[in-house]
């Protein structure tokens, strides 16, 4: 039973320290600006879940459908980032 009640106190600590590592944060959606490539919003947030892309303009979303970051990019360069649920 103390090994059960270990392996529990263990894997809660590892799920909450996940959870604090997510990038998806009001902090790293502030530091990201118009202008900026898509080289430099890849080292604040990491790479997309999802990018769709035509006629040199592309809009990737990292996160899902309740908890979001949503940027249109224009040759390369953020126009237009949102976001949702952070």
Same mark, same amino acid.
């Given at each position: ?9 263990? $894997? ?8 604090? /590592? ?19 919003? %890849?080292?604040? %947030?990491?790479?997309?879940?999802? /990018?769709?892309?035509?006629?040199? $303009? =592309?809009? /990737? ?5 309740? =908890?979001? %970051?949503?940027?249109?990019?224009? $040759?390369?360069?953020? $126009? ?5 649920? %952070?």
């Amino acid at each position: 039973m103390k090994h059960l009640t270990k392996f529990v106190f263990v $894997a809660l600590l590892f799920s909450l320290v996940l959870a604090g /590592c997510s990038k998806l944060n009001q902090e790293n959606y502030d530091k990201i600006k118009i202008g900026m490539d898509y080289q430099q919003v %890849i080292e604040i %947030i990491g790479n997309p879940d999802k /990018c769709d892309a035509a006629l040199g $303009a =592309k809009s /990737c979303i990292w996160g899902g459908e309740k =908890k979001n %970051i949503t940027i249109k990019f224009v $040759a390369d360069k953020v $126009a237009l980032p949102t976001m949702k649920g %952070i």
